[in-house]
T-cell receptor, first 110, second 116 residues
Framework: SQTIHQWPATLVQPVGSPLSLECTVEGTSNPNLYWYRQAAGRGLQLLFYSIGIDQISSEVPQNLSASRPQDRQFILSSKKLLLSDSGFYLC?????????FGPGTRLTVL | AQTVTQSQPEMSVQEAETVTLSCTYDTSENNYYLFWYKQPPSRQMILVIRQEAYKQQNATENRFSVNFQKAAKSFSLKISDSQLGDTAMYFCAFKAGGTSYGKLTFGQGTILTVHP
């Protein structure tokens, strides 16, 4: 079965600073990968998804970008963080019919 | 586009009792999948149960079962014999079949508290 790693687990960053969140997947190959954001403990919003290396689709316009340099690596980035980027970021991958999630990164922008 | 609505922001139940969480969705798709996820205080998303739209039989996983009403676009989760460890936020999610790339659309969640 697949395992999803995310780091860091917690991050506090000042407004205007850059961001890099990393997600790696073990136990599966050529997965579809996803970045979600959960604000204020409520619903999850899909930010990006990827069906292969260097193939990224954005679901909502925003201050963030994503990259997939390797098959099982998915990176979420920003050049300059905004206060509104605070939230809980979850990486996920598809295995067959089901989607599994990593442990998440809690980002606080001050 | 699909929408998923969970109309109960919070629910509570006594230990060993039964509780039902509601979910409705809107879609023009005929081939799709529905899921319930649990997010305990650790915030790890855990898949609870899955329902394929083409299956008439309601899915069951131990104490968890669903009532899938396709015509009404309703997908409720029943938790029997509630346990303290069931305390969590529960999310209903929709996935279209075909070339949707597996993207999930989530409801806003229901916070369930199980009282001793």
């Amino acid at each position: 079965s697949q395992t999803i790693h995310q780091w860091p687990a917690t991050l506090v960053q000042p407004v205007g600073s850059p961001l890099s969140l990393e997600c790696t997947v073990e136990g599966t190959s050529n997965p579809n990968l996803y970045w979600y954001r959960q604000a204020a403990g409520r619903g999850l919003q899909l930010l990006f998804y990827s069906i292969g290396i260097d193939q990224i689709s954005s679901e909502v316009p925003q201050n963030l970008s994503a990259s997939r340099p390797q098959d099982r690596q998915f990176i979420l980035s920003s050049k300059k963080l905004l206060l509104s980027d605070s939230g809980f970021y979850l990486c996920a991958c598809n295995t067959g019919l089901e989607q599994f999630f990593g442990p998440g990164t809690r980002l606080t922008v001050l | 586009a699909q929408t998923v609505t969970q109309s109960q922001p919070e629910m509570s139940v006594q230990e060993a009792e039964t509780v039902t969480l509601s979910c409705t969705y809107d879609t023009s798709e005929n081939n799709y999948y529905l899921f319930w996820y649990k997010q305990p205080p650790s915030r790890q998303m855990i898949l609870v149960i899955r329902q394929e739209a083409y299956k008439q039989q309601n899915a069951t996983e131990n104490r968890f079962s669903v009532n899938f009403q396709k015509a009404a676009k309703s997908f409720s989760l029943k938790i029997s014999d509630s346990q303290l460890g069931d305390t969590a936020m529960y999310f209903c999610a929709f996935k279209a079949g075909g070339t949707s790339y597996g993207k999930l659309t989530f409801g806003q969640g229901t916070i369930l508290t199980v009282h001793p």
